[in-house]
């Protein structure tokens, strides 16, 4: 005979406590990976047309104070001195009344050496794109520069452009393709000044001061007229 199965004992199910209601955890904050200030074309075009024009002003102005290419040209004014002291004193007196003049001619020289090396006139653009979103045009109150998940000051910002000017400049061809047309520009001045006869130019007054520093360095002029002559810290 089987035995009997033993009783089933009656057992009661707890239910589990419910758990606190919890409060939503915050979303994670994207962590940018490009430059947030890579909309400064579009955010800040007065400021872009601002620039170009007091840069197109300060051209105009500094064009202005040519003196007559024809008297430049003059070949009958053209003679070999004959002597050192006769051609540094003819070089000074030329650079004093032509010295827009032959600084259109070494632009003249250096834009035709970048035009005629694309690389070299890339890289160059580029670095001044560079310096100008990131530097030069961008207002005071802006976000500081994010990338590669975190924030660059200013300082750092002009340390990295200042770098990388620095690279292209020395450690590239973009470096001794500036300084030889710039020294071949140099040359063509100096040629030109020791064998111009300065005897039939007139040099006001003013005119001598203002070469001689009574306007201060022209190439520093005209650069802070550009600029608005405000710089940032």
Known sequence: MAAASPPLLPTTVVPAAAAPPSTPAPAPIPIPTSLSSADATDANPA?????????????????????????????????????????????????????????????LCLAASLLAHPFSLAALLALLAAWCLLYVLRPADAPPVAAFGRNFSDREVLGGLVAASAFVVFLTSVGSLIFSALALGAAVVCAHGACRVPEDLFLDEADHQAAGGGAGNPLLSFIASATGGSGRV
Request: no cysteine; hydrophobic share 45%; net charge positive.
């Open 47 to 107: 400021a872009i047309r601002a620039f170009l024009s007091r840069l197109l002003d300060s051209t105009r102005r500094a064009l202005s104070g040519a003196r007559p290419w024809s008297e430049l040209a003059d070949r009958s004014a053209l003679s070999r001195p004959d002597t050192l002291a006769e051609a540094t004193s003819r070089l000074r007196k030329n650079l004093a009344y032509f010295r827009v003049n032959y600084a259109a001619v070494a632009a």
